[in-house]
């Protein structure tokens, strides 16, 4: 399978589930901006939906790409506001929010390196209801909206991929918001670690108490008391903003079933 060739300089490498505030959409250094798709011998970081697709795509769509990185908090796009590029996550993650008049928002979405965000791009729109957010620092692949357009109406690979990510998007958005519902603060935490984690590959994250409230939509003071129980139990422990997973299965054994639903949508294969 075709995997991205860039130069691996670590000072463009955010440390795995590091979240540092970098300015949005920061270029990296020319010499990591994609020429081909091909095998690496370093291994360097790809997106899988782009890593899955055959030689002959990957190579005709690379010249279009460039690596930009995101700090945390960093918006991609705003509610309502017209999309010139889509982002295909490498090592960062990104939140779909939805932001009430008041302020007040919860996630709807979460979307790492098994994904694209943008989709509506490729969907007949050009605009999404919901804000972007860096979660988590890193980088992403950058694709003008032109290129992506003209890509997709080919059909073939590229498009059954896009087309089968957003059929997992929509169901990670429909169980969320049926668990954002239905299920108390601390079974939704547990599902919002767990998704986090298997994007990071890491069991430790750099989270504070208002980054997770707002992805939650609840107030800070329940995400302190739902994170002290699960620390008390011994899944989790919780000091200064850092989040380490110390019992996953005892995680998962705590989690709703949101978790298992959504993970196995990402997981499906995409063809």
Do not use: K
Not at 116 to 128: K, R, S
Request: with cysteine; aromatic share 4%.
């Amino acid at each position: 399978m075709p995997t991205f060739h860039g130069s691996q300089d670590t000072e463009h490498a955010p440390a795995s589930g590091a979240c540092s505030g970098r300015s949005a959409g920061t270029r990296c250094h020319p010499d990591e901006r994609p020429s081909v798709y091909q095998d690496h011998p370093t291994a360097p970081p790809v997106n899988h939906l782009l890593d899955a697709l055959p030689d002959e795509v990957g190579q005709r769509i690379a010249s279009d790409l460039e690596i930009v990185e995101f700090g945390l908090g960093d918006v991609l796009y705003e509610s309502g506001q017209r999309l010139t590029h889509v982002h295909f996550p490498v090592d960062c993650i990104v939140s779909l929010l939805y932001a009430m008049a008041d302020g007040a928002t919860a996630e709807i979405g979460m979307i790492g390196a098994e994904g694209v965000v943008g989709i509506a791009l490729f969907m007949g729109g050009e605009t999404m209801p919901s804000r972007a957010v860096a979660q988590c620092a890193g980088r992403a692949l950058r694709m003008p909206a032109r290129a992506l357009q003209e890509e997709f109406r080919r059909g073939g690979p590229f498009q059954a991929a896009l087309l089968r990510f957003t059929q997992t998007l929509l169901t990670q958005m429909s169980q969320t918001a049926a668990c954002n519902r239905l299920h108390p603060t601390d079974q939704r935490l547990c599902r919002w670690l767990l998704l986090s984690r298997d994007r990071l590959q890491s069991d430790e994250m750099l989270l504070t108490q208002e980054l997770i409230a707002g992805m939650l939509g609840v107030r800070r003071e329940g995400v302190s008391v739902a994170a002290g129980a699960l620390q008390t139990a011994g899944l989790i422990r919780y000091a200064r903003g850092r989040i380490t997973i110390l019992d996953r299965a005892g995680l998962e054994a705590r989690a709703c079933e949101c978790y298992q639903s959504v993970r196995d949508a990402c997981s499906a294969p995409v063809d």
